[in-house]
């Protein structure tokens, strides 16, 4: 009985051993798919990895992490440094900090390959980002523009800039220098009139608002008793929403807010991807890079603040980048907006090619038809105010933003370009520009032109 | 009964093979300046292979020889290892640690194989726990766990592991002879093995060295287990439920308690404070990522240079050096000495309890250290039986080794085997 019973303990001591190996030995099991799945993001922090170039379309090269002034020309990468950013750690949201793991010479079986091949081919053209960049001279701001069809971004770019062959002190850098502003927040100024004119027409239907006119003065009074100026102090008359476009009055577009209701007028914009009174906008990212997309506050349509915000000032900001990518919708007649993106197609540290380019399309937040008839409405402002300055037939809005308390102004153009042979949408800002020192329609002519003769 | 077929040519065979890949590893992929960097370690690796060998084989008689081939796999493995970390040279200390832990083995070995023996001196064992703890308490430090002599350092508590196993394994015959206290009924063992555990767990918070606890609760929790599970327990499902629900709430009890540099272990995210608490175990994983499957190659690693790299973290140094698979196969090969018991059954509930309180010993060991160092779960300095450096920590090892051997049942050869062998030998005549 005795035997019998400690042959039964035995057989349980031997059974809790087999419990304990197994439990340790699933727990390698575990290890070893963390230690799979995560290799590549323990290898983001790694100092020891080699990372391989980043080109453009043309295989110039944009990043180098052995580049010095032996191989490149001292400012080879001035116009391209804080979108590109470097192998230094100090510079986030850039192609390279984001997208480390496709640019290290690393391979989970093997590896890291000092002589691997990574490299990134993007759709950037250095040419005519270089070109664009000395456009502006002494000015400060951005420009982006890219095929509103197929979503290929050809020009970004940023000023200040920052010189990857010649950076070590962060603080000497001028203000902005690290950060692409084509991605984050800017005041829009009246390039804001688009999305109120969208939203308008989503509202009232384009039939109504195109047989609207209100009446300028040069000073407005609204149903509260604010004074809304226009920037014409003898005012415009009696205008239609062609003519006031064209004018961009701010009198008629106060009027033309008042006249809508707001919670629809809340929903489009909520729609066209605004962070409205702060609720949640939808991220977006441009192959890893993270990019403002746009925030209002709409309380009340009789409000000062409320109309000034549909006229891009008050607390109204979105990024450059944003934009443009509602020109693409406006162009393209479709509820859709064509998503940009920058990597064409990727090495691996074998050298094998794969190909990242796909169009890729999210909700414009308005409807096909409204698009249509935004696109008429810039169309015949850019066949009255620009096609002759810059050289293309373009749809457009132009717009100048107030900041500090109106310290400053900075001035902006969005649009596109009607030809479906040279589909390019564009956004330009430039920054401080209150005597008119540099147009936008040089830069946006200059750009055109320089993406053309790629 | 009849599981071991390899024979003694064919194993020695094996080891010797075993080494021989590793060092020509070294010689086609290792950073060393000279050849001659080599001769030492290969010299030292072979010799302790071949006079082991012949003392086990010729000496020194066994039932079974299993684990020793193994071990002694293990440990040629171990200090080729670390005589490639940073460079590759010659780990002198390893290697005689290594050596000693062997010894330590045998004697161990000898001294548990007779189950009846270890119960006569059970309150001998108390005694040498009693000696263990009040060395630490004076003789070491103020609350630390080490003595000082010269150069040598010895962790004392270390020593203690072997004796708390025993003390676990003994007792089992007073099971029979239980009284009821307030709700349980409870032997006397129990309450002295309870005691002695609550002493080890006061004396490891005092000192600070809260890494090793688990081990000892882990040995402690085995015993109790084998205890309730035990026939004529008389423990009713409810009191096992209440048991353990008690035992977790007072884990989360004493984890809220902890002091503040363990508190901060527990709740870090690494990857937020990379050069901080983070710092070893981030490198660690780089490093696993830089090695990826076959490594950089002996002697190339760069995590050698980071805080106990030979040590706590030597998961992480191997793989980076010589691969995640390598690595798993000495984990593999580390784990393979707990499965050899299971194979060879062992002979009494004595030696059962003895196998199964090392076999948690093991595995909570390198769990900590494996698991911890990979941030599954928090990181406590612990190290790796037989991989890890430390001299103490190593003849421990050795010793639990030793009673893991002396578990196990003695192999014997098969009738037919026997009767086929002498007719080979007739007709060879």
């Known amino acids: 009985m005795k035997k019998k019973e400690d042959m039964k303990c035995i057989k349980r001591g031997e059974f809790l051993t087999k419990l304990l190996i197994a439990i340790f030995l699933i727990g390698m099991c575990v290890l070893v798919f963390k230690i799979v799945t995560e290799a590549s993001f323990y290898m983001k922090h790694s100092n020891h990895v080699t990372l391989g170039c980043v080109y453009d379309r043309s295989g110039d090269v944009l990043f180098d992490p052995d580049a010095d002034t032996d191989t490149y020309s001292y400012d080879h990468f001035v116009d391209v440094g804080n979108l590109i950013g470097d192998d230094s750690g100090m510079m986030t949201n850039t192609l390279v900090s984001e997208n480390r793991t496709l640019l290290s010479n690393y391979n989970p079986i093997f590896g890291i390959m000092e002589h691997g091949q990574s490299a990134i081919y993007t759709t950037l053209d250095h040419e005519a980002n270089r070109t664009v960049y000395d456009a502006f001279g002494s000015r400060d701001g951005t420009a982006i523009a890219y095929n509103y069809k197929t979503g290929e971004i050809y020009v970004c770019v940023s000023k200040p800039n920052v010189n990857v062959l010649d950076f070590e002190d962060v603080d000497s850098l001028p203000s902005g220098s690290l950060i692409c502003k084509a991605f984050y927040r800017t005041v829009?100024?009246?390039?804001?009139?688009?999305?109120?004119?969208?939203?308008?027409?989503?509202?009232?239907?384009?039939?109504?608002?195109?047989?609207?006119?209100?009446?300028?003065?040069?000073?407005?009074?609204?149903?509260?008793?604010?004074?809304?100026?226009?920037?014409?102090?003898?005012?415009?008359?009696?205008?239609?929403?062609?003519?006031?476009?064209?004018?961009?009055?701010?009198?008629?577009?106060?009027?033309?807010?008042?006249?809508?209701?707001?919670?629809?007028?809340?929903?489009?914009?909520?729609?066209?991807?605004?962070?409205?009174?702060?609720?949640?906008?939808?991220?977006?990212?441009?192959?890893?890079?993270?990019?403002?997309?746009?925030?209002?506050?709409?309380?009340?349509?009789?409000?000062?603040?409320?109309?000034?915000?549909?006229?891009?000032?008050?607390?109204?900001?979105?990024?450059?980048?944003?934009?443009?990518?509602?020109?693409?919708?406006?162009?393209?007649?479709?509820?859709?907006?064509?998503?940009?993106?920058?990597?064409?197609?990727?090495?691996?540290?074998?050298?094998?090619?794969?190909?990242?380019?796909?169009?890729?399309?999210?909700?414009?937040?308005?409807?096909?038809?409204?698009?249509?008839?935004?696109?008429?409405?810039?169309?015949?402002?850019?066949?009255?105010?620009?096609?002759?300055?810059?050289?293309?037939?373009?749809?457009?809005?132009?717009?100048?933003?107030?900041?500090?308390?109106?310290?400053?102004?900075?001035?902006?153009?969005?649009?596109?370009?009607d030809d479906s042979s040279f589909p390019i949408a564009f956004c330009v800002v430039i920054e401080d520009n209150a005597g008119g020192y540099l147009s936008t329609e040089y830069i946006t002519s200059t750009m055109l032109n320089a993406i053309a003769n790629e | 009964m009849f599981h071991n077929k390899l024979s003694y040519g064919r194993i020695t065979f094996l080891v010797f093979m075993t080494h021989a890949i590793m060092l020509a590893a070294v010689l086609f992929r290792g950073n060393y300046k000279d050849i001659t960097d080599m001769l030492q370690l290969t010299t030292a690796v072979f010799a302790l292979d071949i006079v082991y060998m012949i003392v086990i084989r010729f000496f020194y008689k066994q039932m079974t020889y299993t684990t020793d081939y193994l071990l002694l796999m293990i440990m040629g493995c171990s200090v080729?290892?670390?005589?490639?970390?940073?460079?590759?040279?010659?780990?002198?200390?390893?290697?005689?640690?290594?050596?000693?832990?062997?010894?330590?083995?045998?004697?161990?070995?000898?001294?548990?194989?007779?189950?009846?023996?270890?119960?006569?001196?059970?309150?001998?064992?108390?005694?040498?726990?009693?000696?263990?703890?009040?060395?630490?308490?004076?003789?070491?430090?103020?609350?630390?766990?080490?003595?000082?002599?010269?150069?040598?350092?010895?962790?004392?508590?270390?020593?203690?592991?072997?004796?708390?196993?025993?003390?676990?394994?003994?007792?089992?015959?007073?099971?029979?002879?239980?009284?009821?206290?307030?709700?349980?009924?409870?032997?006397?063992?129990?309450?002295?093995?309870?005691?002695?555990?609550?002493?080890?767990?006061?004396?490891?918070?005092?000192?600070?060295?809260?890494?090793?606890?688990?081990?000892?609760?882990?040995?402690?929790?085995?015993?109790?287990?084998?205890?309730?599970?035990?026939?004529?327990?008389?423990?009713?499902?409810?009191?096992?439920?209440?048991?353990?629900?008690?035992?977790?709430?007072?884990?989360?009890?004493?984890?809220?308690?902890?002091?503040?540099?363990?508190?901060?272990?527990?709740?870090?995210d690494i990857w937020e404070d990379t050069y901080g608490d983070g710092y070893q175990q981030c490198q660690a994983l780089m490093a696993i990522a830089e090695g990826s499957l076959f490594g950089k190659g002996p002697g190339y690693g760069k995590l050698i240079n980071v805080a106990a790299a030979d040590t706590d973290i030597v998961f992480s140094t191997i793989c980076e050096e010589w691969g995640f698979f390598v690595a798993l196969l000495i984990i593999f090969f580390v784990a393979s000495l707990l499965i050899l018991p299971m194979i060879n059954k062992p002979r009494s509930y004595f030696h059962a309890t003895m196998v199964m309180s090392v076999a948690a010993v093991f595995v909570v060991q390198m769990g900590l250290n494996i698991f911890g160092s990979c941030n599954l779960i928090p990181f406590t300095g612990v190290t790796i039986p037989f991989i890890s450096q430390g001299g103490s920590s190593m003849l421990v090892s050795g010793m639990l080794a030793g009673m893991l051997k002396s578990g196990q049942s003695p192999v014997f050869r098969r009738p037919d085997a026997v009767r086929q062998n002498s007719r080979r030998r007739e007709r060879a005549a």
């Open chain 1, 188 to 417: 829009p100024g009246s390039t804001q009139k688009v999305s109120t004119l969208a939203a308008a027409i989503e509202q009232m239907g384009f039939e109504t608002v195109s047989n609207k006119t209100y009446s300028c003065e040069g000073v407005y009074y609204n149903n509260y008793g604010n004074e809304i100026d226009c920037h014409s102090s003898y005012g415009h008359g009696s205008q239609d929403i062609f003519r006031a476009f064209q004018n961009s009055c701010n009198p008629y577009f106060a009027q033309l807010v008042q006249d809508m209701q707001l919670q629809p007028l809340k929903d489009t914009f909520r729609n066209m991807g605004y962070s409205v009174n702060n609720s949640k906008a939808p991220e977006l990212d441009i192959d890893g890079i993270s990019v403002f997309r746009g925030s209002t506050e709409l309380d009340d349509v009789n409000d000062f603040d409320t109309q000034w915000g549909c006229m891009g000032q008050s607390k109204t900001e979105v990024s450059p980048c944003q934009l443009m990518m509602w020109q693409s919708a406006v162009a393209n007649c479709s509820n859709s907006v064509t998503k940009p993106y920058l990597i064409s197609y990727v090495k691996n540290v074998f050298g094998n090619e794969k190909d990242e380019s796909e169009t890729s399309y999210e909700s414009a937040g308005f409807s096909a038809e409204t698009a249509a008839y935004v696109r008429e409405v810039m169309l015949e402002n850019g066949r009255v105010k620009y096609n002759d300055k810059i050289g293309y037939n373009i749809g457009a809005k132009s717009g100048t933003a107030q900041i500090q308390d109106g310290a400053s102004e900075n001035n902006l153009l969005v649009g596109f370009v």
């Open chain 2, 80 to 268: 080729i290892f670390q005589s490639c970390f940073g460079s590759i040279g010659f780990a002198s200390k390893h290697y005689i640690t290594c050596v000693l832990a062997l010894v330590c083995c045998q004697i161990m070995f000898l001294l548990t194989r007779n189950h009846i023996r270890i119960l006569a001196l059970k309150q001998y064992l108390y005694l040498v726990l009693g000696v263990l703890v009040l060395a630490t308490v004076l003789l070491t430090g103020s609350r630390s766990m080490w003595i000082s002599i010269g150069s040598l350092s010895i962790q004392p508590s270390e020593f203690m592991k072997p004796v708390f196993v025993l003390l676990c394994a003994t007792s089992i015959m007073e099971q029979h002879d239980k009284k009821k206290l307030i709700l349980f009924y409870v032997s006397r063992e129990m309450i002295a093995l309870t005691i002695a555990f609550f002493i080890i767990f006061v004396l490891q918070w005092w000192c600070r060295d809260l890494g090793s606890l688990p081990t000892f609760a882990a040995a402690y929790g085995c015993a109790i287990i084998c205890r309730i599970c035990y026939p004529r327990a008389k423990f009713s499902k409810g009191t096992l439920i209440t048991l353990i629900v008690l035992g977790i709430a007072l884990v989360a009890l004493l984890a809220s308690a902890a002091p503040a540099y363990v508190q901060d272990r527990l709740s870090v």
